[in-house]
Each structure stands twice: as structure tokens, then as C-alpha cells.
């Protein structure tokens, strides 16, 4: 009797430590990071050699940190190094943008756009001039297809952001923020402290089930946790809320 239990405890926990290993070895939900845009802050740190060491040091970290926030959903990070192609995209589940500083091909425009309409996922982030200019990329051609459009810098200058309890964040979060791009269109759920009239994040989903987030402001999504005095901000869990809505 002890032999056939002790036997069937072996085979329950073999059973359960083949379930774990083959969802670690295989995630679910692949996310693409593009880096052929002159990205201002995101790049691979495996590929930085010779780069300013606080720079690298700076990107470490980010990637460290936005690889927890996939691991957390069952997800993969991939690098996209070169103009986007249809392939490329094919078995992306979330393509991630941050903060380019040069144009898309009209090749490129079509791809993405057409990547959403059929059910994909898009997170697109950008800041003030200051960073990159609406002049030296053309991310706005990417989501006007979907009524949504980066404007001029806001006038809301307080550092300091949050998210509104609802579709993307179940809780309200405090979110680093200073000084972003209003963003237009979609429905708002990003909002400085000064005021709600200038929103700096917004999401959309479209009837197929493609899914759109769009910030105009890039300090949260780096992963900034501290800014002039404040240590709190919670970054990693309005990345998981963002990752988690646009992979689900």
C-alpha cells in the first residue's frame, strides 16, 4: 500500500514538474520590442559595446525589469532590429514602440496598421521635443487609422501622474510623469495631477479585437520609479496591467 501511494505521489509530481518546465521553455505570448527606429532609450544591452556605461547600465536595468513584467504574463521579449516586415509580425502578440527618432517606411506604416485591424496589439509611447520630434517620426501615421493622434506638449507641468481605476489598471496607480505630449482620441485613462483636461494615455479596442495604447509620455514605461523626491511610483504594475490587457 505504501509502495502504490509512494508511486503515485512520484507520478503526480513528475506530472506537475513537466506542467512547470514545458510552460517555462515555451511562453504563451511573444512581445516585440522595435529597435530599428533609433529608439532615444530602449536597445539590447547585448548589443551596446562601447556605449556610454551609465547608458548601458540604464538599459539593464529596463530590460531586466520589462522581462519580469513578461515573465509575470507568460510572455518573451524579441528584439526587432530591422524595417518591419509582414513576417515579422506574424507571430507577434504585442508590438512595443518607445520613443523612435526617425520615420517608417510607408511599407512599415501599412504593416503595422494592418497588423492591429487584423487583431493585433500595439503599445506606442512618445515624449516631448525635447527627446524626439512629431517631425522626425511619423508615429502618428501608425494610429490614425484609429482617431488617435500625438499633440504638442502639455501645458501641465507638475511632475507626477496616475491611472484611473478601470479597463487597463483595476486600481488606480501613481505613475512617474513629467511634463509629456497630450494625447488625442481613444478613451483617456492617464492623468497628471494638475488637471484631467490634457490626458497623456489612452487606449482603444477595435471591433476585431485589435488593441491600441498610446502614451505621451515616456518616464513610466522606463521603468522610473523615482523623480524629483518621490520613490513610490508603481511602474512595474501599470506595465503588467498595460501587458496584461494587450495580451489577453
Sequence with gaps: MKLKYFSCTLLSLIVGVSALLAQTSSPKYRV??????????WNDPASMEGKDANQVERVKYMTDQIMKTASSLNAELMYLREKIEP???ATCDLLFIHMPSTKYSPAEVEVITQYVQKGGSLFLVMDVDSWSTLEQTNVND????FDIQFKTQSPDTQAGGYTKAGVITPEALKISYHGGRIVQGGTPF?????TEDYPFGTFKRLDNGGKVIVMGDGMVSLYMTSWQGVDDYQCGEFMHDVFQWLLE
Excluded at 516585440?32 to 532609450?41: E, G, K, L, P, T
Excluded at 501608425?142 to 487609422?145: Q, R
Design 142 to 145: 501608425l494610429i490614425k487609422p
Design 87 to 89: 513576417e515579422h509580425l
Design 32 to 41: 516585440f520590442m522595435d529597435i530599428a527606429h533609433n529608439q532615444v532609450f
Design 190 to 194: 492617464c492623468f497628471n495631477k494638475q
